[in-house]
């Protein structure tokens, strides 16, 4: 068994470290969020509760685009179904302040705009378009009222 020396490894790992870095970067300071792990919490809820409202193949093309790290975020806990949740505005917002959990003074409207924000930065387009027309209209409410300077 070869064993791999902590130089290496570190340099292998150090450009996926990186892109989950930006994403994180991004999100924080389109925000204002004061820390990376304000931006993780609100990364994280709003990717999950964007996934269970995807088919499985959707939520697995849109993962495609996602740096290994944040692709590993967006699957975490995930549990396929072949009917996604159909969620209402205040029920897809309420999933967000859920998922924000120790951080309760995170606005769930603050992190979804953020967040799209940041995947219209990384995503393409069409991909993102793509989700957007199967997404319930409720969450397409929700998506609708934030204010998004990608203009989601």
């Known amino acids: ?44 809820a709003v990717l999950h509760a964007l996934r269970d409202c995807l088919p499985p193949r959707s939520a697995a093309d849109l993962a495609a685009q996602m740096p290994i790290l944040v692709k590993g975020v967006f699957f975490d806990g995930w549990e396929a179904r072949a009917k996604p949740d159909r969620l209402s505005r205040d029920e897809f917002m309420e999933r967000i302040r859920l998922g924000l959990r120790g951080y309760p003074r995170l606005d769930p409207a603050l992190a979804l705009t953020a967040v799209m924000d940041a995947l219209y930065r990384h995503v393409s387009r069409g991909e993102l378009d793509s989700v957007r027309a199967i997404l319930p209209r409720g969450v397409r409410e929700a998506l609708n009222q934030t204010t998004s300077r990608s203009g989601y």
């Open 1 to 44: 068994m070869t064993v791999m020396r902590a130089g290496k490894a570190s340099a292998v790992f150090n450009p996926v470290i990186q892109k989950a870095g930006l994403w994180l970067k991004d999100i924080q300071e389109t925000s204002g969020l004061r820390s990376r792990a304000e931006a993780y919490s609100a990364m994280r």
